[in-house]
Structures are given as structure tokens and as C-alpha cells.
């Protein structure tokens, strides 16, 4: 076993876990650990990895146990912050067998490593969609109530941690970021990061697909403003074994959403309806709690955030919009996704 203290990072990779791995670099309680990032690039992509000595990439799937268990073997990991998931809210119906192996079964694998090998404290990323709808502001007291398959596989892991406390002592924090958006996020996948979408289809010519009115509300989180409070978790005592809503306050409209974007690359917003989906109309949270145990700070505004974004975006160009693979179901799916399949 590498005798040097690693943090985990699963999905380090992906867009959250590149804004992550970059935060425990820059903070001083990590000061000399070591970062170990595993993603299989599903969703992902190595180039987001930082170049530094101080992490090392394994390109693999918590869905593995056998290479999950192999990582704690090897390297003394004290804490893990698990972000690994396909967070697909609306495919997820349609992709259920894959949607409970990556986002449930991939978490036991960690949890039971972390279990074995006595790690200190793992984070982990739900998401407000294990409230469900017409609950805003969605508390942390708010009784939870998951519409689809993603939200569902988000609220059994927070119970299995719960679970795994208080028979095994292990210490967890849990986040339920929503509707998060920023540089490195993954503007080809057509499921899921609105934002993303949206700028992708603005750099290829194209209209913005809108599902029903568009007048379906969320709160817009930047990426970079849930760093402090994630990589604070495992040293704060007060984060131990509790749950926080974490991201941006102000809901505003999809519509709004795509008009704001439009602005930033000084084109006229040209949207494209849709059939409506089944999805949650109006998905806000409180952050008090989060506030009050990390600290207060300035959001970064959507106007703001949208720019950042955007000048990586262009640095970047627009990706390649791909298709999942593996569809169980088609039944209920919404058109535009069937006519991809299709093509």
C-alpha cells in the first residue's frame, strides 16, 4: 500500500470532478496529498484531469468492485468525494437497469471499500431530485419524494450511508447540488446540462430545443460555487453525517434561460418547442443550512457565470452531440430522443 494520504475523487474526470480535483490542489488542508481521480470517461474527458504530479488517473467504472477495491488496497485513502454518477434525470426512466448499476450499485462498491479499509469521510453528490415536485423551497427537512429513477438511486445511497454509519462508524457528508453549470461540462450530451446544450446548439446554427412552455423554473448553480463548501465537508465538524442543499437561489425560467445564453453570444434566441416531457416544473432549493455551517458568500450571477462559460466554450468549439448507447425502454420517450436513436 502507497503509505502517502490520497483523497478519491470517482468521476474526476467529468465536470464537477475537474472543478474538485483542481479545489484540492489549491487548498492548504491537502496540502501534500495525493489525488487520485478514477473515471471511466463515459461522460468525461482526460484532458479535464490536471497535469500535476500530485494526481494520478485510473481509467475504470466504480461499477468494477474488483478495481474499486484494488485502488483502496494499494493507496492509503482517507477520504473519497464520490461524484461518479450518469445524471440524466428524464433518460433515466428509459434506462433504468443502467441508471440503479452506475449510480447505486457503483456507490455500494465505494462504500463498502471505504467500510473495509477504515476511510475517514466520504462526500457524496446527491441532487434535489430526490424532493420530487411541488416542494420549493426544497428544505433538507422536506420529505423526499423522487419521480424517476436518478432521484430514486440518489435517495437510497444517502439511506445506505446512513445505514453504514451507525453500523460501521463511517462518516459521510452529503450534497444536493442541482442545475449546476460551467467550464468543462459536457455540451455533447443531449440528456442532460440544459445550459450546455444550448451553447453547443448555438455554436453549430442551431435552435434551442425547449420542452412544453418553457416556463419550467430551476435555480442555475456555477460550478465554482460549490467548491468551498465540498472540499470543506471533511473538516468541518459540524458536516459530519448531515445533508445540504448546495447551488444558486434565484430560479429563473428555461426560457429565460435560453434568451440569457443567446445574449451572451449576441445571437436572437431562436427556440425550437417540443412536446413537453414528464419532468419536475418548478425545482428550487434553500441553502441556509449550508450557509450557516460553511459560510455565506456572493453567487456568482447567471449573467456572469453564463460569460465564463461561454469563453470556454468557444475556446473549445462545439462537440459532437452522441446518442446512449443502450435505450430499455422507448415507450413514453420524448420524440426528439427517439428520431436521434433513429438517425
Known amino acids: 500500500m502507497t503509505q502517502r494520504k490520497t483523497i478519491l475523487v470517482t468521476g474526476g474526470a467529468g465536470f464537477l470532478g475537474a472543478h474538485l480535483t483542481r479545489a484540492l490542489l489549491q487548498d492548504s488542508r491537502c496540502d501534500g496529498a495525493q489525488v487520485l481521480v478514477l473515471d471511466d470517461l463515459s461522460g468525461g474527458f482526460s484532458e479535464n484531469v490536471p497535469d500535476s504530479d500530485r494526481v494520478q488517473f485510473v481509467c475504470g467504472s466504480v461499477t468494477d468492485a474488483a478495481l474499486v477495491e484494488s485502488l483502496f488496497q494499494n493507496y492509503s485513502i482517507q477520504i473519497v468525494y464520490h461524484l461518479a454518477a450518469y445524471a440524466a434525470e428524464g433518460l433515466s426512466h428509459f434506462i433504468r437497469r443502467f441508471n440503479y448499476t452506475n449510480n447505486l450499485i457503483g456507490s455500494v462498491n465505494v462504500i463498502n471499500s471505504c467500510i473495509r479499509h477504515k476511510s475517514r469521510h466520504l462526500v457524496f453528490t446527491s441532487s434535489i431530485a430526490v424532493y420530487g415536485s411541488g416542494q420549493v423551497p426544497m428544505l433538507e427537512s422536506t420529505p423526499p419524494q423522487p419521480e424517476d429513477p436518478y432521484g430514486i438511486a440518489k435517495l437510497a445511497i444517502e439511506q445506505d450511508l446512513k445505514a453504514a454509519h451507525e453500523q460501521f462508524g463511517l462518516n459521510y457528508t452529503v450534497f444536493r447540488p442541482h442545475n449546476v453549470y460551467g467550464e468543462y461540462q459536457n455540451i455533447g450530451d443531449r440528456y442532460r446540462n ?71 453570444f449576441q445571437v436572437s434566441a431562436d427556440i425550437e418547442f417540443l412536446p413537453p416531457r414528464n419532468e419536475v416544473k418548478v425545482a428550487w432549493a434553500d441553502h441556509s443550512r449550508c450557509d450557516q455551517v460553511f459560510g455565506a458568500w456572493p453567487a456568482t450571477s447567471l449573467e456572469e457565470g453564463l460569460h465564463r462559460m461561454a469563453n470556454w466554450v468557444r475556446s473549445v468549439g462545439a462537440r459532437k452531440t452522441s446518442n446512449f448507447a443502450d435505450i430499455e425502454l422507448t415507450e413514453g420517450m420524448p420524440a426528439s430522443w427517439q428520431d436521434a436513436i433513429r438517425r
Open 194 to 264: 440544459v445550459v450546455g446544450i444550448f451553447m453547443n446548439r448555438i455554436l453549430q446554427g442551431q435552435p434551442l430545443p425547449v420542452f412544453g412552455d418553457g416556463e419550467q423554473q430551476r435555480a442555475f448553480s456555477y460550478v465554482e460555487d460549490l467548491m468551498v463548501p465540498m472540499v470543506s465537508a471533511p473538516f468541518v465538524a459540524e458536516a459530519c453525517c448531515n445533508t445540504f442543499n448546495i447551488g444558486a437561489s434565484t430560479p429563473v425560467s428555461v426560457l429565460e434561460l435560453a434568451q440569457a445564453v443567446s445574449r451572451e
